[in-house]
Structures are given as structure tokens and as C-alpha cells.
């Protein structure tokens, strides 16, 4: 028995089942949007599993605060929230604490990007 039954009444509905974000349509639905998915191959439960995360941020933290009265207001408050203070503000507990953009510049300092110049001698 299917564990959204219990006793024959159903008592959890499956809210998204895998099939509907690698099906056919919904793929179309994106590239009619110029939009790139996120998942990588079918059943795979880890590779979007850091977007999730994001967009919940984004939707608790931003989206359902505000409303926006056109699409070029939302993708600015999007992109300001993201620049000045997801990435320069916002401690994540994934990165030991740190911003994202204080993570990079550490990681960054660890392990100096080497030049063409470098690698050839």
C-alpha cells in the first residue's frame, strides 16, 4: 500500500512527482521562456538541492514581502537582493558562517589562481 493511504483515505497527496520536471512539456515550457533547467539527470535527489535552498531564502527573505507591479521591478529587486545582500550579507551555515562573498575571497587567497604564464614553466 502506498504510503500517502492510510486505512483506504488518502492523506497526503504527492504534491510534485519526479516525472513532471523532466517530462517533455515542461522542458519545452522552459526554452519557449529562454529559461536553462537545473536538473541534471533523472531521479537524481542531490543536483538542485543547493537551488532549492536558494529560492527558499529568496521566496521567505524577498518575494513574499513585497509585490511588484511589473516583471522589470521583480527581476530588479531580484538582482539587488542577490548583488547587495545574499552574497556580500547573508552568512550561510553551509560555509562555516561566512557570506558567500567572503567564502570566495578566502578560498580565493588559499588557492591563488595560477596564469598561462605560470602553468607553462
Known sequence: MSIYYWLNNQVLLPLIESGQFTSW?????????QLLGSMGTVGDCYDN????????SMQIELLNRHKWMTYVELATAMADYIVNFY???????????????????????QNPARTLIEVAH
Not at 49 to 56: A, R, Y
Not at 92 to 104: C, M, R, V
Request: hydrophobic share 30%; aromatic share 12%; charged share 20%.
Open 87 to 109: 552574497n556580500p550579507a547573508r552568512r550561510h551555515s553551509s560555509l562555516d558562517y561566512l557570506t558567500p562573498d567572503e567564502f570566495e575571497l578566502l578560498a580565493s587567497t
Open 49 to 56: 538541492s543547493p537551488m532549492e535552498s536558494f529560492w527558499g
Open 25 to 33: 512539456s515542461f522542458s519545452q515550457n522552459l526554452r519557449h521562456h
